[in-house]
């Protein structure tokens, strides 16, 4: 990844947060504040106007700029989470290009500063949910000699099924653990714009 397709994946999920901001509000409005999609759709429209013009010098600049840029305008929990998510993620690639070990290593290290902020772990219905899955699929892929599209298009698959999994779950995090037995049967939307997020990418490095 170089920091053209680094743009060209802030790009995608742009695109696919507009796209699927009704359906992330439907799923947030069951067990939550209903304002997930939009949050998203506005968080990730405002980091690619953010990276209009900006002279990045490396992969991580561009995801520093994107999570600091979510941050300062995404509302509620969805904002310090995935900001930290992509900030984390931009410190450990202080390069023009890395390969899919790289990228692991800054996937991981987003996945860490998710769960300290938030205290989730898996089982929790949160976007962790479909977060580890996909390091572990990108990882076994990484670790057995595939290259980045491999890795991605198998994280995504990963994080689709964590995001299903999540319907039967009782919520033990967030706003929708306050609804007890009554958040089983609904899916996470943190989990479904997570894999939406790791759907992106597979996407672009196809």
């Known amino acids: ?13 742009a695109a696919s947060m507009n796209e699927h901001k009704d359906h992330l509000t439907q ?70 290009s890395v390969d899919a070990h790289q990228l692991l290593a800054a996937l991981t290290a987003g996945l860490e500063g998710v769960q300290k902020l938030g205290a989730a772990v898996p089982g929790d219905k949160t976007m962790v949910d479909a977060l580890v899955p996909a390091l572990t699929a990108f990882g ?8 980045l599209s491999v890795a991605a298009a198998s994280a995504a698959d990963a994080a689709e099924q964590g995001m299903r999994d999540t319907v039967p779950l009782q919520a033990r995090k967030g706003r929708a653990s306050y609804l007890g037995a009554r958040s089983i049967g609904h899916q996470d939307p943190g989990a479904t714009s997570t894999a939406l997020i790791v759907r992106a990418l597979a996407q672009v490095v196809a």
Do not use: C
């Open 1 to 13: 990844m170089d920091i053209a397709l680094a743009r060209s994946w802030v790009q995608a999920i």
């Open 27 to 96: 799923l947030d409005s069951a067990i939550g504040d209903a304002d997930h999609g939009v949050n998203m759709q506005r968080g990730f429209a405002a980091a690619l106007s953010a990276l209009d013009g900006y002279q990045a010098a490396t992969v991580g600049d561009v995801l520093v700029k994107t999570g600091s840029t979510l941050i300062s305008v995404v509302g509620g929990a969805a904002g310090p989470l995935y900001g930290t998510l992509f900030r984390a993620m931009g410190k450990q690639l202080a390069l023009p």
């Open 140 to 147: 076994e892929q990484a670790g057995a000699g595939a290259d």
